[in-house]
């Protein structure tokens, strides 16, 4: 909610205040989309891996691998 209310900074101190516990690969998604708008890409794409590394597939796996390929080829259309 915070990041869609254009405030990432106050969405990545509520998430390090916290401790992800079982909710690791939601925790990093989270953190990855804050990262992304605030264009830290590099770190957005780190945390989306770390999620996916947390992820039990299906679904939740899939849109992290939307979400990286599209970072990917983001990146790949740069001049």
């Known amino acids: 909610m915070l990041i869609d209310q254009g405030k990432p900074d106050d ?9 992800p516990g079982s909710f690791a690969g939601r925790y990093h998604e989270v953190h990855g989309d804050a990262l992304y ?3 830290d890409i590099p770190g957005a794409i780190a945390e989306y891996n770390a999620a ?4 039990n597939g299906g679904a939740e796996a899939a849109m992290l ?3 990286l390929a ?10």
């Open 11 to 19: 969405a990545i101190k509520l998430l390090a205040a916290g401790t």
């Open 37 to 39: 708008s605030k264009k």
């Open 52 to 55: 996916l590394g947390a992820s």
């Open 65 to 67: 691998q939307l979400k």
């Open 70 to 79: 599209d970072l990917a080829s983001n990146e790949k259309a740069k001049p």
